[in-house]
């Protein structure tokens, strides 16, 4: 087939003196019959370019539905009275959530369920299956019980576009009840009597910005606004403390945190700000119980004896006086705390070094005497034994437990959970995920890199390959280099079944740990954000030579991969470096971002404001983001192959961003690489759902990635 050619029809952008003109904008009009033609015929031609590689998509399908244990159940989670798992079934797209009595209440180890087995008192709550039918998307979003364990609040997405429909079932009678509530958040909060639940709504841009207070039983409009958040920089949440003593409202923007608290057992009063808001201040609290007595723990980043706390630092404050706080835990330049999960007996901090996720066990005692370290025992960090590994807090409900749930994973180790008791210090390994056809993780091997930056700073790269494979195939070695770099996000060790079927076939997997994420803590996020972006894309492309240079991969065999924000990275080193890659895998790409960010009215932009800058009052901004946007900067010179995926029903990057894109590309590169759109009419950010419609859509990127790179057999 012959590449579809999009029409131009010039339109004019106009800032701080500098007139844009974009031929491919009127792509956003998601109703236009001709839009709708146009990514029809883009799909059309993706599937001409892509039909050879139909017997390796089926191979790689079959090879990850055959490692895979369909019929399956998570290890069981006391809540109360019952143990809550989660099932899944082979054929079956969804999982099914279920519960089953616990037999005596001093035993907390979990029952030993077998899947294929009748499990005594089974109760299913849930089956998302059923949900689904009829609908070409779904996605479940709160999934609440109450505090007795008598009642479910759950919201479901039929679209893609992440507004939910709440309902409500009677976990007695298995009745749904007539409560519905349209077009909302995803979350839900119950009051500890169970006769409210918190909610919350969006605006027209997508933002979080009113929390609700709906009590079971009454019509929608009787509904009560508890917060509204009339600041478009901030969004809202609402969730209660681990205690279950205080419901919270939190209040952030990508710099400021505000809390507001209310006690759980008066859903009808006043929240209460915790602490007022200041700019670029963040905060968390958890509510703890210290020697007796009230507490709100709080993680922060503000100023410490003259220092700002850029990692954050852990302090103390009684309930009453939240502002007269205690530093616990100093501020650390190689250690960013994230986390701390608060327990009747104990507390659990979630930190991050050397660019890796640990976590540590700290006993609570008795000792009330005040002075400094009281009611403190000695922290923990638990070991693993592992050179690269997350390791990560699971589901913990209970206040009051003797055990805490504990998972752990990296790139060759399948997710393991474990229960870990604090009073022995014993790790009891409770599951470990299978993978089918006698997976043997020494066969395996992965290692920390580091590559050089232009400015000098050290880039980790992580590298993951199969033993007895990488460097076998005909010819060099073929790499797949994936990155992200945005919003502080973290890009840890994790195993995936999917990645198997790459290994196996000799490629090396690489993770780019780059500037813009969270890997090496806060300033590393701080140097690849706002007026220091460049720093991300810059990374990248020293993480791609770095590997060429050490004779990892070559550049016809190397083929980077990244997503959404890390979309706009793979089209910035599509500009700057197209001659280290071969092709460009990128799923949601967000490749326009200065025309994004420059409009208010789309969602979430003004809250991307604090990540990016604001064009539209800063004409810096405006020309730095000019300068990097892949959209802007497409040139007439020779570009990688390129496959770009897109979900009509994004809100969160749209999917004209790629659209645009990939017809700028077509009508400017030169060179003849194929340029690929693949949108999935039916999908949002997230893409397809239920987990084969996924399988597929994983096995046709990995196919064409194999193809492009010669190990398509």
């Known amino acids: 087939m012959t590449p579809p050619v999009a029409k131009r029809v010039p339109a004019e952008r106009l800032h701080h003196g500098d007139t844009v003109v974009d031929e491919y904008e009127w792509l956003r009009d998601k109703e236009s ?9 883009e799909n059309a031609y993706t599937e001409s370019r892509t039909a050879h590689q139909q017997a390796l998509r089926e191979a790689v399908f079959d ?8 019929t399956d159940l998570s290890v ?8 809550y798992y989660t099932r899944s079934f082979e054929g079956k797209q969804h999982g099914v959530h279920c519960r089953c009595p616990v037999a005596d209440p001093d035993d907390w180890a979990p029952p030993a369920l077998e899947a294929d087995a009748e499990i005594p008192g089974e109760q299913v709550l849930l089956d998302s299956n059923i949900l689904a039918e009829e609908h070409e998307f779904f996605s479940l979003g709160a999934f609440s019980i109450s505090h007795d364990g008598t009642l479910l609040a759950f919201s479901t997405d039929v679209v893609g576009n992440e507004r939910y429909l709440l309902r409500f079932k009677d976990l007695r009678t298995g009745e749904i009840l007539a409560d519905e509530i349209a077009d909302i958040g995803g979350g839900a909060t119950w009051s500890l009597d169970g006769t409210h639940l918190f909610y919350q709504t969006v605006d027209e841009a997508w933002r979080p910005d009113t929390v609700w207070r709906h009590r079971l039983g009454t019509p929608r409009d009787s509904d009560v606004v508890v917060h509204h958040e009339p600041d478009d920089r901030y969004w809202v949440g609402i969730g209660a403390t681990h205690s279950e003593k205080y419901l919270m409202i939190w209040v952030h923007s990508k710099i400021t945190s505000e809390a507001r608290v209310l006690e759980s057992d008066d859903p009808e009063g006043e929240f209460r700000v915790l602490l007022p808001r200041r700019e670029g201040v963040e905060y968390y609290a958890e509510h703890a119980v210290i020697a007796g007595q009230d507490r709100f723990l709080f993680l922060h980043n503000d100023i410490v004896d003259g220092v700002k706390a850029e990692n954050f630092v852990l302090a103390e404050a009684p309930a009453d006086d939240p502002a007269n706080q205690t530093v616990l835990i100093p501020h650390r330049d190689d250690v960013r705390l994230e986390d701390i999960d608060c327990f009747a007996d104990h507390l659990v901090l979630s930190y991050r070094r050397e660019a890796l996720p640990r976590v540590a066990v700290w006993p609570l005692t008795s000792d009330a005497s005040g002075v400094p370290g009281a009611g403190y025992g000695e922290l923990r960090e638990l070991e693993f034994g592992l050179e690269l590994f997350s390791a990560g807090l699971g589901s913990n409900p209970e206040w009051a437990q003797p055990t805490l749930r504990i998972g752990l994973t990296s790139f060759i180790t399948p997710m393991q959970v474990f229960d870990y008791v604090p009073a022995t210090g014993e790790l009891i390994l409770r599951k470990e995920q299978q993978v089918l056809g006698g997976y043997d993780p020494n066969e395996y091997e992965q290692h920390r890199d580091w590559a050089v930056a232009e400015d000098g700073t050290r880039i980790p790269i992580s590298i993951v390959r199969r033993r007895d494979r990488a460097g076998a195939g005909p010819g060099p070695v073929p790499a797949l280099l994936y990155g992200y770099g945005s919003y502080e996000a973290s890009i840890d060790p994790g195993f995936s079944v999917p990645r198997l079927s790459l290994l196996d076939r000799g490629m090396v997997y690489a993770v780019a740990h780059v500037r813009g994420g969270g890997e090496m803590g806060r300033l590393w996020y701080e140097n690849g954000k706002t007026l220091t972006k460049k720093n991300t894309f810059t990374d990248f492309v020293a993480c791609a030579r770095h590997l060429i240079d050490t004779g990892v991969t070559t550049p016809d065999r190397l083929v980077a991969d990244g997503g959404s924000a890390g979309g706009l990275l793979m089209g ?19 490749v326009d971002p200065l025309t994004s960010i420059l409009d208010p009215s789309l969602p979430l ?10 064009p539209l009052a800063d004409p810096e901004v405006y020309f730095y983001m000019k300068s ?31 659209a645009k894109w990939v017809a700028r590309l077509r009508a400017t590169a030169t060179g003849d690489a194929p340029l690929l759109l693949k949108t999935e009419m039916s999908a949002g950010h997230g893409g397809v759902s239920g987990r084969y419609p996924k399988w597929k859509e994983i096995a046709f990127e990995y196919a064409w990635v194999l193809d492009l790179v010669g190990r398509g057999v």
Do not use: C
């Not at 019959?33 to 015929?41: K, M, S």
């Not at 090879?63 to 369909?70: D, G, H, L, M, S």
């Not at 932009?605 to 604001?614: A, C, K, L, M, Q």
């Open 33 to 41: 019959p001709e839009v709708i033609a146009h990514l029809e015929a």
């Open 76 to 83: 069981p989670t006391r809540m109360g009275d019952w143990w």
């Open 605 to 614: 932009t003004v809250i991307e404001w604090d990540e990016w800058g604001n």
């Open 63 to 70: 090879e990850i539905k055959a490692r895979t244990q369909e």
């Open 572 to 590: 910035a080193v599509a500009n700057i470096a197209p001659e280290s890659f071969a092709g460009i895998l990128t799923s949601v790409p967000f």
């Open 628 to 658: 990097y946007s892949p959209y802007e900067n497409v040139t007439a010179q020779h570009y990688p192959a390129i496959l770009a995926t897109t979900g009509l029903n994004d809100t969160r990057v749209l999917y004209v961003e790629p």
